[in-house]
């Protein structure tokens, strides 16, 4: 589906007693001239001083931007006490995901950005069977294998495996997987980021890359193969490459996207070298969407300590990735 860079981007309102609604509204203060955008909220749930418009529709969500955050009516259950999670919120907080899905699928939003939740809430509440966001949505838009992507100015990765025990990941890591990894971050960084010919470094999984099965062999038997069959395809691909060498500033400039084969191998170099302003981005669905990559932070939530930096990246992003789509 097309999208249209005047429709609003929607915004999911995540736990409400997390940080969610505030970076939102810190986020509002300085997009508000740059990139359209509602929240799918209940308004009580909002800061007390947030300067709130409620909209009958995501279209008014343009003229209302220049007078508050617009929020698109959800109603929920109780309440929302920073810091104390309510499990009567629980399931209201999954509809609201839900109801952004649709929204963006039926052309109302250009792309979707979603404030964190607690899975665990969500797991014991509302019978959220899911490991993460990124799998719920895949499942809600029929997406089989959707893919992780943590994006910000510095580094762009991806991790082929990613919410399982480490013990568990040479097993989970098969060249089926892999390849399947590779070609849906070639083709969003083509899509939606507007990179004709991208060039795509992929991770050993073993120390040095296995040094030549010395230290493991599945960079050989696995990862290899993989490279050098979508290299003879024509897809720019480096690696297996050593972990350790591959995000020093000149290694960096060397290309658009990392492939790494576990969670914490990228997850570490993204957030050091962009701790509050990396953007988690989900690949391979048929939606554009983005979220900050930060939890719901519930022993700071409504204090005013919470960054915004990261949820302003991710409605940003999302706008700069519709327009890319649509173009």
């Known amino acids: 589906m097309g999208t249209d860079k005047a429709l609003p981007v929607a915004v999911t309102c995540g736990d409400p007693s997390g940080i969610g609604l505030e970076t939102i509204v810190k986020a509002w203060d300085t997009l508000r001239d740059e990139v359209p955008f509602f929240v799918i909220a209940d308004p009580g749930h909002l800061p007390d001083d947030a300067p709130a418009v409620l909209i009958e529709s995501p279209e008014r969500a343009l003229s209302a931007m220049a007078k508050g955050v617009p929020v698109l009516l959800h109603g929920f259950p109780c309440d929302a006490t920073p810091g104390e999670p309510a499990p009567e919120n629980a399931r209201s907080v999954m509809e609201v995901i839900e109801r952004g899905v649709r929204l963006v699928q039926r052309g109302d939003a250009s792309a979707l950005t979603t404030a964190p939740i607690s899975k665990k809430e969500l797991a014991d509440f509302a019978g959220f069977e899911f490991p993460g966001h990124t799998e719920f949505l895949g499942a809600l838009t029929g997406a089989e294998r959707p893919v992780m992507m943590i994006a910000s100015e510095a580094l762009r990765v991806v991790p ?20 399947e990894t590779i070609r849906t971050t070639h083709a969003a960084l083509v899509v939606d980021f507007g990179i004709a010919e991208p060039r795509i470094a992929v991770s050993g999984l073993n120390p040095h890359a296995g040094e030549d099965g010395l230290l493991g062999s599945e960079d050989g038997a696995v990862i290899r193969p993989v490279c050098d069959h979508l290299r003879a395809e024509g897809i720019n691909i480096s690696g297996p490459l050593p972990a350790d060498t591959m995000f020093h500033a000149e290694a960096r400039a060397g290309y658009d996207a990392a492939v790494m084969m576990y ?14 302003t990396g953007v988690n981005v989900t690949l391979g669905l048929p939606i554009i969407r983005t979220s900050p990559d930060h939890g719901t932070a519930f022993g700071i939530a409504g204090k005013g300590l919470a960054s915004p930096n990261s949820m302003t990246e991710a409605i940003r992003l999302a706008h700069e990735m519709a327009k890319a789509r649509s173009a």
């Open 160 to 179: 082929v495996t990613i919410h399982i025990p480490l013990s568990e990941v040479p097993k989970a890591l098969t060249k089926e997987l892999l390849e």
């Open 263 to 276: 969670h914490d191998q990228a997850l570490v170099p993204s957030k050091t070298l962009a701790f509050d």
